[in-house]
Nanobody, 127 residues
Framework: QVQLVESGGGLVQVGGSLRLSCTAS????????MGWFRQAPGSERKFVAA????????YYADSVKGRFTISRDNAKNTVYLQMNSLKPEDTADYYC????????????????????WGQGTQVTVSS
């Protein structure tokens, strides 16, 4: 049974930091790209960041560039999202996802680029 479990969400003040983790089980994920998306109340799910299987390439939404960093530890089957300088508009449920393809070409910022999703972790940034 494949599972993606997000953790690390919580309540943080403006300007603070959080590190989200997404741990995969049931399959080895080192060959596959993984992404983070977020969904604020009343809004559609939006791309945040992605990383290819080797970790050699990363992609970010403009809204988080310079503040968020995606990384992965394939030995632990875990992908991370380090979030710094948090803003109220970063408040959302954050989801990790995996793409079952070893081909690194193509897009990474659409939710249909991914095949399997975690249940999400909530991040609230208070002002």
């Amino acid at each position: 049974q494949v599972q993606l479990v997000e953790s690390g969400g919580g309540l943080v003040q403006v300007g603070g930091s959080l590190r989200l983790s997404c741990t995969a089980s049931g399959r080895t994920f080192s060959a596959y790209a993984m992404g983070w998306f977020r969904q604020a109340p009343g809004s559609e799910r939006k791309f945040v960041a992605a990383i290819v299987g080797s970790g050699s390439s990363t992609y970010y939404a403009d809204s988080v560039k310079g503040r968020f960093t995606i990384s992965r530890d394939n030995a632990k089957n875990t992908v991370y999202l380090q979030m710094n300088s948090l803003k109220p508009e970063d408040t959302a449920d954050y989801y990790c996802a995996v793409r079952w393809s070893t081909n690194d070409s193509g897009t990474y910022w659409n939710d249909y680029d991914y095949d399997y999703w975690g249940q999400g972790t909530q991040v609230t940034v208070s002002s």
